[in-house]
């Protein structure tokens, strides 16, 4: 869970019923019925790649992007090579390493960092939710 914010209302103390575990009973209890209440969503990492090929690659590269789900933010040219900016999910990129060796021929670099979160497509998302049963 990322930006949540608990306000608490109307809380009491008795020497006898309140303890520390108590209270966070109640609190896992409250945030429990509140996450059945909630619409949420999935969220996955996005990752910030640059991508350093030749011109020649650049057309398979990018294509190659395209299909990880990447969306492309900007190229500009570096000497003989292109640069290539985009944003992708991470699910998307184990292996990538192995995938641009074999598009290039060995001939292309990448380097990634985190970016951000996004909502997982609700395509992509089905395949790992499981509706609860039906009176929970």
Known sequence: MVDIKVAVYDGSYHEVDSSEVAFKIAGSLALKEATKRADLVLLEPIMKIEVITPEEFMGEVIGDLSSKRAR?????????????????????????????????????????????????????????????????
């Open 72 to 136: 492309i933010e900007s190229s500009e040219a570096r000497g003989n090579s292109r640069a290539i900016q985009a944003l992708v999910p991470l699910a998307e990129m184990f292996g990538y390493a192995t995938t641009l060796r074999s598009l290039t021929s060995g001939r292309a670099g990448f380097n990634m960092e985190p970016s951000h979160y996004e909502e997982v497509p609700a395509n992509i998302a089905a395949g790992f939710v499981k509706k609860p049963p039906q009176g929970s």
